[in-house]
T-cell receptor, first 109, second 117 residues
Framework: GQNIDQPTEMTATEGAIVQINCTYQ??????LFWYQQHAGEAPTFLSY????GLEEKGRFSSFLSRSKGYSYLLLKELQMKDSASYLC??????????FGPGTRLSVLP | GAGVSQSPSNKVTEKGKDVELRCDPI?????LYWYRQRLGQGLEFLIY????????KSGLPSDRFSAERTGESVSTLTIQRTQQEDSAVYLC???????????????FGPGTRLTVL
C-alpha cells in the first residue's frame, strides 16, 4: 500500500529553525515534493528532491534519503507568515501522486 | 492564463442535485489532477489525466463522480446526486508533463468550495 507519515502539528518561535519530517512507503518513487498551504488557500510548490541529499533554496531546505524512505523540510529564520500546513507528496512513478496528511506549523512571536 | 483557474469558486447546492466543477489548466500542461480536501484534512487524489491516455480514475470515491477532459485543455468534474459528505474543497492541478523530474511539479488552482445542504 501507499503510506506517507508526517507529524500532525508543530509549534516554533519566530526566528527559530524547525524541521518537518516525512517518511514514505510507496510502490514507486520518482521524486518527492514539498508544498506549503495557507489556511483557505491552494497548495504552492516549495521544493523537489529526486536524488539523495540536501537542496537549499533561501530560508527553506529539503533533504531526501531514498534508502530510508525519509525526507525533511528545514525552515530557518522563521517568520509569522510561515504559519501554514506543509504537505509532503511522492510522485508514485507510473501511477499518481500520494500526499501526506500535512503538518500544521504555528509560528509564535 | 498565468495559472490554473477553477470555477465556480464557491458552490452551494441541495442534497441530491448534480454539480459540475470546471478547471482550466496552464496552457501547454499535459497532465491534470483533481483532488478533494475536506476541512482540516489532507489532499485526497481523485483522478488524473495525462495527454490522450486513458485517465487514472482509481481515486474516485463512487460512481457518482466522473470527470472529463477535452484534449489537453479544460476539465470538468461532475458529482451526481450530491450528498452532504461531498462537501469539501475540490482542487485542480496541472503539470507540464509526467515522469520527467521537476516538470512533474503541480501547480494548483484556487479550488472550488462545495457545500451540500
Amino acid at each position: 500500500g501507499q503510506n506517507i507519515d508526517q507529524p500532525t502539528e508543530m509549534t516554533a518561535t519566530e526566528g527559530a529553525i524547525v524541521q518537518i519530517n516525512c517518511t514514505y512507503q510507496t510502490s514507486g518513487f520518482n521524486g518527492l515534493f514539498w508544498y506549503q498551504q495557507h489556511a483557505g488557500e491552494a497548495p504552492t510548490f516549495l521544493s523537489y528532491n529526486v536524488l539523495d541529499g540536501l537542496e537549499e533554496k533561501g530560508r527553506f531546505s529539503s533533504f531526501l534519503s531514498r534508502s530510508k524512505g525519509y525526507s525533511y523540510l528545514l525552515l530557518k529564520e522563521l517568520q509569522m507568515k510561515d504559519s501554514a500546513s506543509y504537505l509532503c507528496a511522492v510522485d508514485n512513478y507510473g501511477q499518481n501522486f500520494v500526499f501526506g496528511p500535512g503538518t500544521r506549523l504555528s509560528v509564535l512571536p | 492564463g498565468a495559472g490554473v483557474s477553477q470555477s465556480p469558486s464557491n458552490k452551494v447546492t441541495e442534497k441530491g442535485k448534480d454539480v459540475e466543477l470546471r478547471c482550466d489548466p496552464i496552457s501547454g500542461h499535459t497532465a491534470l489532477y483533481w483532488y478533494r480536501q475536506r476541512l482540516g484534512q489532507g489532499l485526497e487524489f481523485l483522478i488524473y489525466f495525462q495527454g490522450n491516455s486513458a485517465p487514472d480514475k482509481s481515486g474516485l470515491p463512487s460512481d457518482r463522480f466522473s470527470a472529463e477532459r477535452t484534449g489537453e485543455s479544460v476539465s470538468t468534474l461532475t458529482i451526481q446526486r450530491t450528498q452532504q459528505e461531498d462537501s469539501a474543497v475540490y482542487l485542480c492541478a496541472s503539470s507540464l508533463a509526467w515522469g520527467a523530474e521537476a516538470t512533474d511539479t503541480q501547480y494548483f488552482g484556487p479550488g472550488t468550495r462545495l457545500t451540500v445542504l
